[in-house]
């Protein structure tokens, strides 16, 4: 069944959960963790935080190598086991460029399938977000995220503006391959925040909004204010969900969603206004295109100019979760089976992790 005032679909899931999707699901997520632990403690750590020391460039570069190979086991779980069709549409998109990428926030996995765009582009392993801050708080993904240089928000600017800032100052150097993603609304939507929002915008002369929510500009504004020297473009990318949305459980056991769509924009830095002003006007504006493309995608079922993505090789993938495999599997077997120091290693490590984390440390070159 259709809402139609919040353009998305009620019903029975598109796969049902049987046992064996469950088994699966269950088995990709324990995958997905040690794959996560071992390659922080064994491969991760030297290059994230030792190499810091001497080359923020250098290692960033193994640091992204090294956890790209892990991202990648998603889009592998999505499209290839789970067999969820992504469809892009929109403009190509040349690979490895600088970009910032402003995106609507349906649920609470969106930011996973821009690995998929990423995957594609040779750029997984410089994707970057901006999140709340008690998803760094997780155990194992709350490290990945730390040493990939998530940029973690409490939602509130006055908390937030010294932290954003410091680390956006630090993502200049053009030399440095860099994806930063932002959600513009601040959090996901949902029909109650929607119906806030609504009644926010009609009291204060602004666009009234069915699919998504008023994006907030201070977030968006920093980081073009400090990074738009080095970026090649902004891409606007806009998520649609055949059928429900999907929650994590969702992607993990293969239940929703079906087909997941994403439309992407390409803008030139030149088409984008400087001023803090006439920014607001610029992002509201593309908010209020993003509200019709997604109307148009929930009475219609795809976005415009679908096709421009190749599908994922199957080959490609194969030999990259095999490759994570065996390295897993070799340090599994070093940490239970062979010299104690070896499990005195992965605890300090994880010590390290855990507090590095939770305060926000992050090593600075001994020279700059």
């Known amino acids: 069944m259709e809402d139609s005032a919040f353009g998305i679909k009620q019903g029975q899931r598109h796969r049902p959960l049987t046992p064996l999707r469950v088994i699966r699901g269950v088995l990709c997520l324990i995958v997905l963790v040690s794959t996560a632990f071992i390659l922080l403690v064994y491969c991760g750590f030297w290059p994230a935080i030792v190499l810091r020391f001497f080359s923020i460039h250098h290692s960033r570069k193994i640091t992204g190598f090294i956890f790209g190979s892990w991202i990648a086991l998603w889009p592998f779980l999505f499209e290839k086991i789970n067999k969820t069709k992504v469809v892009f549409s929109g403009d190509k998109v040349p690979p490895k460029e600088r ?19 990423a995957l594609r582009k040779g750029c997984e392993g410089c994707i970057k977000y901006i999140l709340k801050s008690s998803l760094m708080k997780l155990p194992i993904f709350g490290w990945v995220f730390h040493v990939m240089e998530f940029i973690p928000v409490e939602r509130k600017w ?3 503006e010294l932290t954003v800032r410091r680390m956006l100052s630090t993502f200049k150097n053009p030399r440095d391959p860099l994806w930063l993603a932002v959600f513009p609304e601040g959090t996901d939507f949902t029909e109650q925040k929607c119906l806030r929002s609504q009644k926010y915008a009609s009291e204060n002369g602004l666009p009234v909004l069915k699919n998504v929510l008023l994006p907030k500009i201070k977030g968006f504004y920093a980081c073009l204010e400090n990074l738009r020297g080095s970026l090649d473009a902004v891409y606007d990318i806009t998520i649609g969900y055949r059928q429900n949305c999907p929650s994590f459980l969702d992607n993990a056991f293969g239940v929703d969603p079906s087909e997941v769509h994403i439309h992407v924009r390409r803008i030139s830095l030149d088409d984008i206004p400087t001023t803090n002003d006439k920014v607001s006007s610029w992002l509201m504006s593309t908010f209020t295109l993003k509200d019709q493309l997604l109307s148009e995608f929930y009475s219609k079922g795809h976005f ?4 421009v993505e190749s599908e994922l090789s199957m080959v490609k993938c194969v030999v990259n979760f095999v490759f994570v495999m065996i390295l897993t599997g070799i340090c599994i077997f070093l940490t239970f089976f062979s010299s104690a120091w070896f499990k005195f290693y992965v605890s300090l490590v994880c010590v390290y992790l855990a507090t590095a984390t939770y305060f926000d440390i992050r090593p600075s070159p001994f020279v700059a």
């Open 99 to 117: 970009v910032l990428l402003i995106a609507n926030h349906r649920t609470e996995v969106d930011w996973m399938y821009l690995w998929d765009l």
């Open 304 to 307: 415009p100019c679908e096709g």
């Open 158 to 160: 006055e908390a937030d």
